[in-house]
């Protein structure tokens, strides 16, 4: 259905991130339910019946790297992804153990290599990058791993590219966020500067936030575990059980648009029925304009 300029989305991603999921069920920090919280962000996606491509997990799968968190999370998401009927794409974080990660959702025992992968959504393309640095919770990228990205955009997309890796280069107004940034940012910006990566996907911080990165807009969504409080004062740091959220990414010829979902059981306070949509649906765009100026209080 199209009633405004544009028409739907080509492909619509859901970005999820931050998952940290703990062994034997245990919940993170002694009080938040991790494995509820994923549970509400796969019910609210199915809930949509928006048609989705991929469900893109930006790292920290796991918050110790252990192999029941990962099946743990792999048994919520995989019967969710098949009854939506999309594609499941896993991205490595600093909290995750590359072996394990691998084992528990790949099926790949045996193997530590960073987790770099390409997928093609009927001719969107999705990258995603392993920047995590095993013992450490910063970011790198290895010059391998720069090589192999510069030939996968060696050559365009039909649609495009999105680039999803689990630390974001962009700023961070959290001073604590900033030690454990991407390291020498300025090596992936020549890499993709003028590509045809059109948005890149991050996770880490546990808030939701944008910027520019190489002339690329970056969106980073916030956790499902928990999040980050950026109005906090400077000298603390400020983790809260609130705020939980997931990213839908409509991406349209010229545009990719990013848009947040919060996840909890909220008052419904307006509603539309089916009625009020058919109407919307048989309206031409000057006789919406003059329903909706009559609908104002």
């Given at each position: 259905?199209?009633?405004?300029?544009?028409?739907?989305?080509?492909?619509?991603?859901?970005?999820?991130?931050d998952?940290?999921f703990?062994?034997?069920?245990?919940?993170?920090?002694g009080?938040?339910?991790?494995?509820?919280?994923?549970?509400?962000?796969?019910a609210?996606l199915?809930?949509?019946?928006?048609d989705?491509?991929?469900?893109?997990?930006?790292g920290?799968?796991?918050?110790?790297?252990?192999?029941?968190?990962?099946?743990?999370?792999?048994?919520?998401?995989?019967?969710?992804?098949?009854r939506?009927?999309?594609?499941i794409?896993?991205?490595?974080?600093?909290?995750?153990?590359?072996?394990?990660?691998?084992?528990?959702?790949?099926?790949?025992?045996?193997?530590?290599?960073?987790?770099?992968?390409?997928?093609?959504?009927?001719?969107?393309?999705?990258?995603?990058?392993?920047?995590?640095?095993?013992?450490?919770?910063?970011?790198?990228?290895s010059?391998?791993?720069?090589?192999?990205?510069?030939?996968?955009?060696?050559?365009?997309?039909?649609?495009?590219?999105?680039?999803?890796?689990?630390?974001?280069?962009?700023?961070?107004?959290?001073?604590?966020?900033?030690?454990?940034?991407?390291?020498?940012?300025?090596?992936?910006?020549?890499?993709?500067?003028?590509?045809?990566?059109?948005?890149?996907?991050?996770?880490?911080?546990?808030?939701?936030?944008?910027?520019?990165?190489?002339g690329?807009?970056?969106?980073?969504?916030?956790?499902?575990?928990?999040?980050?409080?950026?109005?906090?004062?400077?000298?603390?740091?400020?983790?809260?059980?609130?705020?939980?959220?997931?990213?839908?990414?409509?991406?349209?010829?010229d545009?990719?648009?990013?848009?947040?979902?919060?996840?909890?059981?909220?008052?419904?306070?307006?509603?539309?029925?089916s009625?009020?949509?058919?109407?919307?649906?048989?309206?031409?765009?000057?006789?919406?304009?003059e329903?909706?100026?009559?609908?104002?209080?």
């Amino acid at each position: 259905m199209q009633l405004g300029q544009y028409p739907p989305a080509d492909h619509v991603l859901a970005h999820i991130s931050d998952t940290h999921f703990l062994g034997g069920r245990r919940p993170l920090y002694g009080s938040i339910d991790t494995d509820a919280n994923l549970e509400a962000a796969m019910a609210a996606l199915e809930a949509s019946r928006i048609d989705i491509d991929a469900l893109v997990f930006t790292g920290d799968i796991a918050d110790l790297g252990e192999a029941d968190a990962y099946g743990r999370v792999r048994a919520i998401v995989e019967p969710a992804a098949r009854r939506m009927g999309a594609e499941i794409l896993w991205v490595m974080g600093n909290h995750d153990d590359r072996s394990a990660f691998r084992a528990g959702l790949l099926d790949e025992v045996g193997v530590a290599a960073p987790v770099d992968r390409v997928v093609s959504l009927d001719g969107l393309r999705v990258i995603t990058l392993d920047t995590s640095v095993p013992g450490y919770h910063h970011g790198e990228l290895s010059a391998e791993q720069l090589d192999w990205l510069r030939e996968q955009v060696a050559t365009d997309a039909p649609h495009g590219s999105i680039l999803a890796l689990h630390h974001p280069p962009i700023p961070s107004p959290v001073a604590y966020m900033q030690v454990l940034e991407l390291q020498r940012q300025h090596e992936l910006a020549d890499v993709i500067r003028g590509s045809d990566i059109r948005a890149i996907l991050g996770g880490h911080l546990h808030y939701s936030t944008h910027g520019l990165f190489a002339g690329i807009p970056v969106a980073v969504a916030a956790a499902t575990c928990y999040t980050m409080d950026v109005s906090a004062p400077d000298s603390t740091l400020v983790g809260r059980d609130g705020g939980q959220s997931i990213t839908l990414v409509h991406v349209y010829a010229d545009q990719v648009v990013h848009s947040i979902v919060p996840l909890g059981d909220f008052p419904v306070v307006a509603r539309f029925d089916s009625d009020f949509t058919r109407r919307l649906e048989s309206a031409d765009p000057v006789e919406l304009r003059e329903y909706y100026a009559k609908q104002q209080g």
